[in-house]
């Protein structure tokens, strides 16, 4: 079975700090992608990534970057927490042309 | 624009069908994607069509196309208490950088 895990599934940080989310995967799938999901809103795309060190921007990247020096994993950064990132983070990979597998989701809170 | 919509919430009792619906945009898009959400937890795939198709069986599952309208739904059979969950429909679309494009996700409570 693929398997996509989160290093935290809560985490609470405070305004300003600089904040790592990590995904690894163990499929050996090309992409990988990070949402977050609000109620009302589903899931917005923040950043993906086909390749290692290649990335893109979703539809709502500002406040966020990303890394992808190896294949199976794939951070998510936010340089200075703020309080509207408060959110549920989602990780998700694939084979291109294929379906998404899903991480349980990190819910961060910024205080 | 480029929204897939789905309505929020929807109500049945154990035992009845369900019927959750969306709309999409991108007429390209060849795959469709049906996603359970359950509490506290990621997604999980439940079914998915080619856009070639009208409908799929899958189990207690079935899901209609319509292209034209772009309209798809997702009808679940004798609705089972562990079937209360969001789920989600996505568009995978390949005009461009294909990406997809996840609805607002319809949150299913089944009563007893």
């Known amino acids: 079975d693929v398997k996509v895990t989160q290093s935290s599934r809560y985490l609470v940080k405070r305004t300003g700090e600089k904040v790592f989310l990590e995904c690894v995967q163990d499929?050996?799938?090309?992409?990988m992608f990070w949402y977050r999901q609000d109620p009302g809103l589903g899931l917005r795309l923040i950043y993906f990534?086909?390749?290692?060190?290649?990335?893109e921007k979703g539809d709502i990247p500002e406040g966020y970057s990303v890394s992808r020096e190896k294949k199976e994993r794939f951070s998510l950064i936010l340089e200075s927490a703020s309080t509207n990132q408060t959110s549920m983070y989602l990780c998700?990979?694939?084979?291109?042309?294929?379906?998404?597998?899903f991480g349980p989701g990190t819910r961060l809170t910024v205080l | 624009g480029e929204d897939v919509e789905q309505s929020l919430f929807l109500s049945v009792r154990e035992g009845d069908s369900s019927v959750i619906n969306c709309t999409y945009t991108d007429s390209s898009s060849t795959y469709l994607y049906w996603y359970k959400q359950e509490p506290g937890a990621g997604l999980q795939l439940l079914t998915y069509i080619f856009s070639n198709m009208d409908m799929k069986q899958d189990q207690r599952l079935t899901v209609l196309l319509n292209k034209k309208d772009k309209h798809l739904s997702l009808r679940i059979a004798d609705t089972q208490t562990g079937d209360s969950a969001i789920y989600f429909c996505?568009?995978?679309?390949?005009?461009?950088?294909?990406?997809?494009?996840f609805g607002t996700g319809t949150r299913l409570k089944v009563l007893a």
């Open positions: 990534s086909y390749d290692v060190k290649m990335k």
């Open positions: 996505a568009e995978r679309r390949t005009s461009g950088t294909y990406k997809y494009i």
């Open positions: 998700a990979s694939s084979y291109s042309g294929s379906e998404q597998f």
């Open positions: 499929m050996d799938h090309e992409n």
